[in-house]
């Protein structure tokens, strides 16, 4: 896979170069360039915003600056990802799907966003995927570039230090639309805390039926949303007991 990112911060995409992704990225399992926008400003004060049509508080950027990026980092081929928060919600399913593409190229905005424009004009050309990872607004869409990357990368072959946990893992296909249940590591007494005995017994079934009754309890405690998504075929009738 590649990934390009274009951003007027590049510096705030160096965690990419860390950790197992880091890892990918030095020995070409992956290939990461991250290019600064101003590279395509035109003017002396290479400057990227400008003041919203209609008026309104913030500035929006430039579509000329924004599309000369585009024309020269995102080929045909390419898929466009354009964090915002007037995006289509990112999910496991999304990540999976781009998990799945060869070529990904992050656009990461500033100030009020890119001017819409920006994303007509590659979407005539290229996929061009809007996507929003919550319900809460950050000052610009590096941050969220790194989420879905790292999303996304964790689930190629090779990348993850343990590709059985990609499976397993809240959301994962391993375990339909349940959050994750309780972990526990030595010591098995800790400032009083003792571990579930149920995990010391050996006894796989009965730790299975355990971590299925958490994953239950804890997703109709904090995420009574999911509960109601739930497929009934997933919730056997012991399940149902719980
Ligand atoms: C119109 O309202 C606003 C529009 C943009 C902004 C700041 N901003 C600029 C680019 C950019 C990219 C992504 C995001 C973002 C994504 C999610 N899930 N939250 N926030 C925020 C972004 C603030 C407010």
């Known amino acids: 896979m590649r990934l390009d990112v274009v951003s007027i911060f590049p510096e705030y995409l160096a965690p990419l170069r860390q950790s197992l992704l880091g ?25 990227v915003d400008d003041t919203p049509y209609g008026g309104g508080a913030g500035m929006v950027m430039r579509p000329d600056v924004w599309a000369a990026a585009l024309d020269d980092v995102a080929p045909a ?22 998990a799945r593409r060869e070529h990904l190229v992050f656009a990461c905005g500033r100030y009020e966003g890119l001017d819409q424009r920006v994303v007509l004009d590659a979407a005539r050309r290229v996929e061009v995927l809007e996507l929003s990872i919550g319900d809460y607004v950050l000052a610009g869409g590096e941050v969220a570039a790194l989420v879905v990357i790292e ?49 010391l017994s050996g006894n796989h079934a009965a730790i299975a039926r355990w971590r299925r009754d958490e994953s239950l309890r804890r997703t109709a405690r904090r995420r009574p949303d999911l509960v109601a998504r739930l497929d009934p075929a997933t919730l056997d009738a012991a399940d149902r007991a719980v």
């Open 23 to 47: 890892r990918a990225v030095a020995d070409g399992r992956i290939q990461l360039e991250v290019h600064d926008l101003r590279r395509w400003a035109t003017d002396r004060h290479r400057s």
């Open 77 to 98: 081929g390419a898929t466009v990802v354009v964090p915002t928060p007037a995006g289509h919600p990112f999910s496991q399913a999304t990540a999976a799907d781009l």
């Open 151 to 199: 999303a996304v990368t964790r689930l190629l072959p090779g990348v993850l230090g343990n590709p059985e946990s990609a499976v397993t893992d809240s959301f994962g296909e391993g375990s339909p639309g349940l959050l994750e249940h309780p972990a526990y590591t030595r010591p098995v007494e800790f400032r009083g805390l003792a571990v579930p005995p149920v995990l």
